[in-house]
T-cell receptor, first 114, second 114 residues
Framework: DSGVTQTPKHLITATGQRVTLRCSPR?????VYWYQQSLDQGLQFLIQ???????AKGNILERFSAQQFPDLHSELNLSSLELGDSALYFC?????????????FGNGTRLTVT | QQQVKQSPQSLIVQKGGISIINCAYE??????FPWYQQFPGKGPALLIA?????SEKKEGRFTISFNKSAKQFSLHIMDSQPGDSATYFC?????????????FGTGTRLTIIP
């Protein structure tokens, strides 16, 4: 068990809708990362928060947004959903945000857009 | 631009055999090379990592070999077991920057057959 909790495990929704994915990081970890995993794209970095502040953005679409709350949990908001947004979304956390800090991943949220 | 190329995409090895997964990188600024292991329904988990100041690192049956001049590194799993069946991701990052620079390969699905 990585200590990172993601909810919900599965989400099925229709195109054009909006969903919120939730992540509770490992106790003591200040950095939270969101990744998208699709079959042909591997793990794509979306966005990172460190202690409540946005630290880095990756390949995150403008329709997607995230935030980290004072209790360090994070939410990823996906809006105007398209079929191509169907994927596994992982949250990861680390103690620091340095390049050699091990990432601890949750078990992901599988999003299906119909 | 894919900065870390991983091969093969899938691999089938007999129990007791050696599993070898290869990765190549382009960015010479990378100085930290972790491998993550992902079981079905789970998030990736750090397996083993190496820095370019050593050519090999071994942890149990898992060994990373690193060739700085060729910009290649590989994972060797000795005496492969059915429990090793998983998807393996190589990755690379620059420790002077944060984990947002961690670049993953596209993954190798390893199947160990009895």
């Amino acid at each position: 068990d990585s200590g990172v909790t993601q909810t919900p495990k599965h989400l099925i929704t229709a195109t054009g809708q909006r969903v919120t994915l939730r992540c509770s990081p490992r106790s003591g970890d200040l950095s939270v990362y969101w990744y998208q995993q699709s079959l042909d794209q591997g793990l794509q970095f979306l966005i990172q928060y460190y202690n409540g502040e946005e630290r880095a953005k990756g390949n995150i679409l403008e329709r997607f947004s995230a935030q980290q709350f004072p209790d360090l949990h994070s939410e990823l908001n996906l809006s105007s959903l398209e079929l191509g947004d169907s994927a596994l979304y992982f949250c990861a956390s680390s103690v620091e945000g340095t390049g050699d800090s091990p990432l601890h991943f949750g078990n992901g949220t599988r999003l299906t857009v119909t | 631009q894919q900065q870390v190329k991983q091969s093969p995409q899938s691999l089938i090895v007999q129990k007791g055999g050696i599993s070898i997964i290869n990765c190549a990188y382009e960015n010479t600024a990378f100085d930290y090379f972790p491998w993550y292991q992902q079981f079905p329904g789970k998030g990736p988990a750090l397996l083993i990592a190496i820095r370019p100041d050593v050519s090999e690192k071994k942890e149990g049956r898992f060994t990373i070999s690193f060739n700085k001049s060729a910009k290649q590194f590989s994972l060797h799993i000795m005496d492969s077991q059915p429990g090793d069946s998983a998807t393996y991701f190589c990755a690379a990052s620059t420790t002077n920057f944060g984990n947002e620079k961690l670049t993953f390969g596209t993954g190798t699905r390893l199947t160990i057959i009895p």
